[in-house]
């Protein structure tokens, strides 16, 4: 059963508290991303990685950070200096950026809440 | 350069008719163009995409029409139904970029 995996599907944080989001995938896709979604506000990049051991920065980086180790997950991480983290997270991964455009699949997402 | 704009924000349909949502790029580099469906508390899901060298893709009762030259889109829901219910997001994509609408959240009355 093939598809991309974020948990929790729900947390709570309090505030100046780090947590980091979990995502995997098993489609054998290259490409990973993060993004934000407000209401109202579409999808909001804010980071995504090419290859193992590399990840670039979106639209909205500040107070987020990631890292890449296996080709199959990409965890996030909401730090403290996230000023408002309230939001609803979502990864998607792609087969390769590169040679041309691949569709994006999503996963259920991570709704987290600040106390 | 970089905006895709999507109309209107909601949209109150009759079962049975037809639902039309709208976007607008302004990169002519894009050169894929993919609607994504979401229901409330899911993640979005890949519905119809196009390339620009077609201008219109039909699967089922999802039609996309594209105008290269306006850089304009649009979804077209035939016999709308109370299960297509969702936020639906256009964008427009090239390489490792892509840019999403703003989402119109459909609601089909029954």
């Known amino acids: 059963d093939g598809g991309i995996t974020q948990s929790p599907k729900y947390l709570f944080r309090k505030e100046g508290q780090n947590v980091t989001l979990s995502c995997e995938q098993n489609l054998n896709h290259d490409a990973m991303y993060w993004y934000r979604q407000d209401p109202g506000q579409g999808l909001r990049l804010i980071y995504y990685?090419?290859?193992?051991?590399?990840?670039q920065k979106g639209d909205i980086a500040e107070g987020y950070s990631v890292s890449r180790e296996k080709k199959e997950s990409f965890p996030l991480t909401v730090t403290s200096a996230q000023k408002n983290p309230t939001a609803f997270y979502l990864c998607?991964?792609?087969?390769?950026?590169?040679?041309?455009?691949?569709?994006?699949?999503f996963g259920p997402g991570t709704r987290l809440t600040v106390l | 350069q970089q905006q895709v704009k999507q109309s209107p924000q909601s949209l109150i349909v009759q079962k049975g008719g037809i639902s039309i949502i709208n976007c607008a790029y302004e990169?002519?580099?894009?050169?894929?163009f993919p609607w994504y469906q979401q229901f409330p508390g899911k993640g979005p899901a890949l519905l119809i995409a196009?390339?620009?060298?077609?201008s219109e893709k039909k699967e089922g009762r999802f039609t996309i029409s594209f105008n290269k030259s306006a850089k304009q889109f649009s979804l077209h829901i035939m016999d709308s139904q109370p299960g297509d219910s969702a936020t639906y997001f256009c964008a427009a994509s090239r390489d490792d970029k892509i840019i999403f609408g703003k989402g119109t959240r459909l609601h089909i009355l029954p």
């Open positions: 990169n002519t580099a894009f050169d894929y």
């Open positions: 990685s090419q290859i193992v051991n590399d990840f």
């Open positions: 998607a991964s792609s087969i390769s950026t590169s040679g041309g455009t691949d569709t994006q699949y």
């Open positions: 196009i390339r620009p060298d077609v």
